[in-house]
């Protein structure tokens, strides 16, 4: 009965969790690989680093848990913090609301000597005009050990790491075409049934499913319309036509231009695809060789 914040709305339990942290002596011992932790969306669950080497293997720790309700959560969110060393991402953690106070205080720790790495994080506006307007992050990237971020051109303190989860894989895998079009939604779009029934005459696949059911799906079709950042990210690795429907700001800074349509209009864009090759050598390159430097700055 009194494992729980009751009596706390979620700003005031937020912040009471970072005052405990920053009050905290803070060392830098072992490492934790902090991201969204989350098996419902293939995206989150696999964009992250302590799924592909041996050093980070079982020290992942799930950014929500800091406005957990659950005090044994959050005790253990202010231990992992505190203790260790920290690896943020991969994931649209940056300018969105509900990581904005985590990112924050990553960026306070990294100024008292918190050994941090981004890796491959990314900015998830979802005012994204706004955001293609001023082109900057909502934290300062200067204090972070070593940053480094999906989008790509970015001026700040940070270099370009596409998401490590190119690493997979079951991206070597070869897929025959069955479909000219498919249709993959995210998370929300999925439970819209209207908009289901809309498109019923298009094979339909969600970021919701397996990874094996969503790669599979991509792979089965010659041009994959999606709102989901990951099903853009996979169908470009294998070489697959691809039309974007932004939701966030995500969508505009992968270093390979697709058209930005949306779904009514998406059929004008069809003969605007490109087909791009080499990508998954290239982004697997560019992980591994960050991987060699972010292990020596960790001492792993």
Known sequence: MFNYHLTLDTSKRKQKIVNRILNRPQNNIGV?????????????YYCAPHHYFEELK?????????????????????????????I????????????????????????RGKKIVIWGAGHNEIDYDEYLKKQSY?????????????????T?????????????PIFD????????????????????????????????SSNTSSLEEMVDFIGASETVVTNSY?????????????????TTSKFFDFKYKVPISTFDNFKNELMNTT???????????????????????LNL
């Open 32 to 44: 934790v690989n902090i991201h969204r932790l989350n098996k419902t969306n293939v995206g989150d």
């Open 58 to 86: 079982g020290k992942a720790l799930d950014i929500s848990d800091l406005r957990s309700r659950k005090k044994s959560i959050t005790n253990n969110f202010i231990n992992e913090v505190s203790e260790k060393s920290l």
């Open 88 to 111: 943020i991402g991969g994931g649209g953690l940056m300018n969105i609301k509900y990581f904005r106070t985590q990112m924050k205080l990553f960026e306070a720790l990294a100024k």
């Open 138 to 154: 909502r934290i300062d990237l200067k204090p972070i050990g070593i940053a480094g971020t999906r989008d790509y051109g970015n």
């Open 156 to 168: 700040q303190k940070d270099e370009w790491i596409p998401c490590v989860s190119c690493l997979n």
């Open 173 to 204: 895998q070869t897929f025959k075409i069955k479909q000219e079009v498919g249709l993959l939604f995210n998370h929300k779009s999925i439970k819209d049934n209207g908009l289901k029934a809309k498109y019923s005459d298009y094979p339909i």
């Open 230 to 246: 990951h099903a853009m990210y996979w169908a470009i690795l294998m070489k697959r036509r691809v039309i974007a429907i932004p």
């Open 275 to 297: 087909i791009y090759d080499g990508v998954l050598q290239e982004c697997r390159e560019i992980n591994l060789q960050f991987s060699q430097k972010v292990f020596e700055y």
